[in-house]
């Protein structure tokens, strides 16, 4: 299993951001991502931009959008950012990309949150294009572009990898057909994730590209010396970024519990917690009964101790991860 970093992304202080990633990295860790969120005190926007600044000051690590609400943008503008930031990691770039759900996120751009699936079907073909050809024209029901040639192109050949987001069956559908991999957000439950697996590589086969199709899945992990230090220190900031994110939009699947939210009922089959061997083997769970390829860790949110976060990571690298590459 490949294990990735989602950093800290919020509080206006980047270089934590970057210094998390660099450690990450020395770490061992495979991957780094970023996510995009709009009128958010807990989550920075424009994944790109931080990616580029990351990248500068890493060297091996795959640098992942998880995800970039694509259809907010036009193609074109997303293809050379993109492309720019595989020419300055030397061609590490997976572009993550989801429909988005939030509705004030599509209000605050001019964006009709019901032409988002039709925006994202015209969108991913383009950028494959403007990636692979010269010249490239295209008149469409929500772009056009005019002879367009993009340079620098990516370094990754032919194309860098993309992966797609979503929870419904048109997104999983589309992840199937157009996707190299499906990713799964870190609000939903082992069941839920379950459900969507199934759908996107049925997708996979109907569009004839048969049963593979890699499945990675991001989740909010924090390892501590016992389940209650763990509860202790991570629960209460982890119910806050849930109460703001997650269980305040129209989510497609996820909802929020009834009642009172306690960090035992939130974990539940959702977040990773608690001591090494304990943590170690709910991610086995996860990955066996989904078939993962995929981790990316969130350890570093809002409310927890920037040194709790790194000690954290520290047991995380030391005594879970080695358990996750046998």
Same mark, same amino acid.
Request: hydrophobic share 40%; no cysteine; proline share 7%.
């Given at each position: 299993m490949h294990v990735g970093?989602?950093?800290?992304?919020?509080? +206006? *202080?980047? *270089? !934590? @951001? %970057?210094a998390e990633c660099e450690r990450a990295e020395a770490a061992g860790f495979d991957s780094v991502w970023l +996510?995009?969120?709009?009128?958010?005190?807990?989550?920075?926007? !424009?994944?790109?931009v931080g990616l580029a600044a990351i990248a500068a000051r890493t060297r091996r690590v795959r640098l992942g959008t998880g995800v970039l609400l694509l259809p907010l943008y036009h193609p074109l503008a997303v293809a050379e950012e993109a492309a720019m930031v595989d020419v300055i990691s030397r061609g590490r770039l997976i572009l993550g990309v989801g429909a988005g759900y939030a509705p004030e996120e599509f209000a605050a751009f001019g964006v009709s949150i019901k032409e988002r699936g039709s925006r994202l079907d015209e969108a991913v073909p383009l950028i494959h294009r403007l990636w692979t050809e010269d010249g490239v024209t295209h008149a469409g029901r929500h772009y056009r572009i005019e002879g367009a040639t993009l340079r620098p192109q990516p370094v990754q050949e032919p194309r860098p990898p993309m992966w797609f987001a979503g929870w419904v069956g048109p997104a999983l559908r589309r992840a199937g057909r157009l996707g190299d991999a499906w990713l799964g957000g870190p609000s939903a439950k082992l069941d839920e994730l379950a459900a969507c697996t199934r759908m996107y590589r049925d997708a996979r086969r109907a569009a004839g590209r048969g049963d593979g199709g890699e499945v990675a899945l991001m989740r909010y992990v924090f390892v501590a010396e016992s389940l209650e230090r763990a509860r202790a220190v991570a629960g209460d900031a982890f119910i806050r970024s849930f109460e703001a994110t997650y269980f305040r939009w129209p989510h497609p699947v996820v909802k929020r519990p009834p009642g009172d939210l306690t960090i035992e009922r939130l974990a539940? *089959?959702?977040?990773?917690?608690?001591d090494p061997a304990s943590c170690a083997r709910q991610i086995e769970r996860f990955g066996r009964e989904l078939g993962l390829t995929?981790? %990316?860790c969130?350890?570093?949110?809002? +409310? %927890?101790? !920037? *040194?709790?976060?790194?000690?954290?990571?520290?047991?995380? @690298?030391?005594e879970v991860m080695p358990a996750l590459r046998l």
């Open positions: 970093l989602s950093p800290l992304q919020s509080g +206006g *202080d980047f *270089d !934590a @951001t %970057i +996510g995009e969120h709009h009128n958010s005190i807990l989550l920075y926007p !424009a994944p790109l539940e *089959d959702r977040i990773i917690l608690g995929h981790l %990316i969130r350890m570093s949110v809002a +409310g %927890i101790p !920037a *040194d709790a976060s790194r000690a954290s990571m520290e047991l995380f @690298t030391r």
